[in-house]
């Protein structure tokens, strides 16, 4: 390994040609050359991007890093701090106030007892692929719903307006639309929350939104932590289902070791969230001078933190550009890790156990409908990595 300071000049905005699930080639390299490397942000102030596993977790665990939006220096104007609720983007005491009560909404034991509600959805899913013929796009028919009725439901989103809600949280998500549309489709957006927060004030039903109003948060509130659970709880393990679908159909020895013992279903989702880290980067800035890694990072510097470089990390998992659900060195980053680690993780586990297993028992002869390199992939640009499609057959 080189020990000279590797130099990164602007972030891959695209995959390497038949590489869909592998970080793009730069951070790889620069992952190469050591676990830090020298950035330029976008407006042209200086940075850092960690690629490395052991750095990438002490950054994520460092009180003296911050995660709020308006101390982000990365262009050349200042960004506003985050609008009330929106708690990824805050530090303590903030963002504490808004996921303290939340955290008693999405433990292990509250999200298992969801699973039967899980197992109807994806049940009612695959029904209507099996009804439709013998072709779908597992995105719209498979990856989306499930998540999507479920995180509607846990807020007490109306079933009727589930479609349009989709809608435009994948427009605002899918990092392939202009300005003006992302711009519409977050108003629209926090427009309906607004709305909906007013009528669980009102008329209280049994949800989680229903429960926060009867706490000190108000409204601006509730609508940002709203709009927070609802697009996390949705792009992301969408993504994670088309997109791990794909990566197990194009692992045919793998999709046939996980058909042939259904049990490795738990250790089939921790490698495939490792190995395909949708969530693939995240912003932090030093608040005082830090070590890290052998270089300062000097107080109010943004540092690039490469979840998928991380959990790609040769220092860390052997082999780790193989997918293998056999695997036994766990302690991914998927889900982040410190104070912000993600609060539906556990929701997340158990949608992707239930319909994985689900889809892979309906379908044994499940496959791509297209030649893989057709498969139409999301712009680096987009915040969570995926598929915009999934073209698949299987036997009648």
Not at 123 to 144: P, W
Request: aromatic share 6%; proline share 6%.
């Amino acid at each position: 390994m080189s020990e000279s300071l590797h130099t990164v000049t602007t972030l891959p905005t695209e995959r390497q040609t038949g590489c869909p699930f592998d970080p793009p080639a730069e951070l790889t390299e620069a992952r190469g050359h050591g676990p830090i490397s020298r950035y330029t942000h976008p407006g042209g102030k200086p940075g850092w991007l960690i690629t490395g596993y052991d750095l990438v977790r002490s950054v994520l665990a460092d009180s003296r890093f911050s995660s709020r939006k308006e101390l982000m220096n990365v262009v050349d104007f200042e960004l506003p701090p985050a609008p009330p609720g929106e708690f990824l983007l805050m530090d303590d005491p903030q963002h504490s106030r808004y996921r303290k009560p939340l955290v008693g909404k999405f433990t292990a034991r509250r999200m298992r007892l969801l699973t039967e509600r899980i197992e109807q959805i994806t049940a009612e899913c695959l029904d209507a692929m099996e009804e439709a013929g013998s072709a779908a796009d597992l995105v719209t028919a498979f990856a989306k719903p499930i998540p999507t009725i479920i995180i509607c439901e846990l807020l007490g989103v109306p079933y009727e307006d589930r479609d349009s809600f989709q809608e435009q949280i994948d427009t605002f998500m899918s990092g392939g639309t202009s300005d003006e549309e992302l711009i519409a489709a977050y108003t629209a957006t926090q427009e309906y929350l607004a709305q909906l927060v007013a009528a669980k004030r009102a008329n209280p039903t049994d949800d989680v939104l229903s429960e926060l109003t009867d706490s000190d948060l108000t409204d601006e509130e509730l609508k940002g932590i709203s709009l927070i659970l609802l697009a996390a709880g949705f792009d992301t393990t969408a993504n994670m289902l088309s997109l791990g679908t794909f990566a197990l159909l194009q692992n045919p020895a793998q999709l046939a070791a996980l058909r042939a013992e259904p049990a490795l279903i738990d250790q089939a989702v921790e490698e495939l969230l490792r190995y395909l880290s949708v969530a693939k980067t995240f912003h932090r800035t030093a608040l005082e001078d830090v070590e890290v890694g052998g270089q300062t990072i000097e107080a109010g510097t943004t540092v690039v933190l490469s979840y998928n470089t991380a959990n790609r990390d040769p220092e860390r998992f052997a082999d780790p550009h193989v997918l293998d659900i056999h695997r036994q060195d766990g302690g991914h980053l998927a889900f982040g890790h410190g104070i912000h680690l993600c609060l539906g993780a556990q929701l997340a586990r158990i949608e992707m156990r239930v319909a994985f297993s689900a889809l892979l028992g309906r379908f044994p002869t499940l496959r791509l409908a297209v030649p893989a390199e057709d498969v139409a992939l999301r712009p680096e640009t987009a915040d969570i990595y995926g598929v915009k499609s999934l073209p698949v057959t299987w036997d009648a």
